[in-house]
């Protein structure tokens, strides 16, 4: 997918991301269940469901009072990230052409320097750029129930070694229908990081796929 389309995709979609999205997001991660403000919320947070080197998070994490041009002023970041190294980043989660306003950088700028200060811990700007990277929105929707798939009955390992020479997403699918078990084992396989394939591409049998070994 070359850069145009996929920002005419972006473009398609970002009229209806800062809509009122008031269902529920159940995080399989965080073993908790978020209302989400936005459908950009929604889609973020998938976003880091499938991210291996978030260990949890949190939406809406709490209320700070900070001082902004000599008044007492309310900020609640939109996400709390903790990652897997121990770290974690407040996150301030907007359009992207939200950013162009000097206004709000201004603002934004104070809200980094308090939290940094106070907290040692850093705020970042989280644009939907950053997560609308071609069908990869969409191709983690469809992915994401699979998470919860058990694979604990399955021998993971000779798993791999009967699939270490897939090449394409449709090598994967004929292999796992030679299993004699659920069809639902392959998304399974892609969702929970056992097999690596492009996300961003529109799923094809010819998208490329391997085991992932890391």
Known sequence: MNDLETQQISQKRSHYYSKKYNRFF??????????????????????????TDV???????????????????????????????????FIELKISHR?????????????????????????????????DNGFKIENLFKLYNYKKFDLKPFNLQKIKDSLSNINCLGELYAAVGNFNCSNALAPALIAQNIVKTDLSLKFSPKNFAEINNG
């Open 99 to 131: 950013f162009d306003n000097e206004k709000f950088n201004h603002r934004f700028s104070i809200l980094k320097e308090f939290f940094l200060d106070r907290y040692n811990i850093p705020l970042v700007a989280s644009r939907n750029t950053d997560i």
């Open 55 to 89: 260990e949890i998070y949190k939406a809406q994490p709490k209320s700070y009072i900070y001082k902004y041009k000599g008044e007492l002023s309310r900020y609640t970041p939109d996400f709390l990230i903790k990652y897997i190294d121990g770290s974690h980043e």
């Open 26 to 51: 159940n995080s399989i991660k965080c073993n908790a269940v978020f209302r989400p403000d936005s459908y950009l919320e929604t889609c973020f947070m998938r976003e880091l469901e499938f991210q």
